[in-house]
């Protein structure tokens, strides 16, 4: 039958009701999602160690509804090693159960890891309370671990039809506290930065330093062993320069100067009287212990 149409009094029991069409019913009267207040309403909360908490509260699901009377805890599988993994805690209609229920659906490890595939069939049809987040290595969940996917219509929402008033205080606390975590974290992350930057930047200056303290050293060495060779070399050349000097005009003048320097009779002169050259000076005397004036002819 294309059309349906209830509710009208039973005659000979030719209008019989079952719970499917009380579902369709209520589900064009009250859509998908959790009860709104108390702002906590079926909430994932931390617990200890590796469990979390679903906090009291009701839900639709497409024309059914689930109470939770007291606070029903999950019991989350240990960390890997290596990798982490996202588990979402979900209200499940089970159509062929007969029942809606609080599933805890365990996610895929990655290193860099998504939450599992919501379902939403003939047989199923899920609402997402939080997604929890398990990083590598880690022993115990804490609320900064915990996504709250309560108001995201998508994957849950809230129930509207006879509702008048939305308490969301709760949720803004939560998510409160989660951007308390993360900007101290991130203030953390940003130091554990700043104090590698800057002993990598002071590790730097300091191997310049040293590749400049060695560099002029070695020039200095260089400039030193230049020096020295260039000093050995001009000795050298003044050793020979009367030699090579000798034969110009200027060099036999240096020699005769050195010679004059030199000689004990460095004196001569030429006497007009007999044309004779004469030397005269100073010699020592041993016997006189001194010195006498000597003035003898060239010969």
């Known amino acids: 039958m294309s059309i349906i149409s209830g509710f009208f009094d039973s005659v000979n029991k030719d209008r019989v009701y079952n719970a499917e069409f009380l579902a369709t019913f209520h589900s064009a009267l009250v859509g998908n999602g959790i009860y709104p207040n108390p702002s906590n309403n079926l909430q994932v909360v931390e617990r200890t160690l590796m469990t979390t908490t679903v906090k009291v509260g009701k839900a639709w699901i497409n024309g059914h509804f689930i109470i939770n009377n007291e606070d029903f805890v999950i019991q989350h599988d240990m960390a890997d090693g290596a990798l982490s993994r996202i588990d979402r805690v979900v209200l499940q209609l089970d159509t062929a159960g007969r029942m809606i229920d609080i599933v805890v659906k365990k996610g895929a490890f990655s290193s860099n890891p998504v939450a599992p595939v919501i379902l939403r069939n003939v047989d199923f049809y899920e609402l997402i309370l939080a997604d929890v987040r398990i990083s590598a290595g880690q022993i115990r969940i804490i609320q900064s671990n915990i996504t709250d ?8 929402g809230i129930v509207h039809g006879y509702i008048d008033q939305v308490d969301t205080t709760t949720i803004f606390n939560q998510y409160q506290s989660w951007f308390n975590d993360y900007s101290v974290t991130k203030a953390s992350e940003f130091l554990t930065w700043q104090n590698q930057v800057t002993t990598a930047l002071e590790n730097w200056v300091d191997a310049q330093q040293l590749d400049y303290d060695a560099w002029r050293k070695a020039e200095e060495k ?18 020979t320069v009367k030699d090579v000097l000798d034969t110009t005009a200027d060099g036999k003048l240096l020699n005769q100067l050195n010679d ?15 044309n004779k050259i004469y030397k005269y000076g100073f010699k020592t005397n041993s016997t006189k212990d001194g010195l006498i004036f000597v003035f003898e002819e060239e010969l």
């Open 149 to 156: 996917q309560r108001l995201n219509k998508t994957l849950c």
């Open 260 to 274: 004059h320097k030199d000689a004990s009779m460095p004196h001569v002169f030429l006497d007009a009287t007999d």
């Open 222 to 239: 260089l400039f030193q062993s230049w020096s020295q060779g260039r000093k050995n070399g001009f000795d050298a050349w003044f050793e």
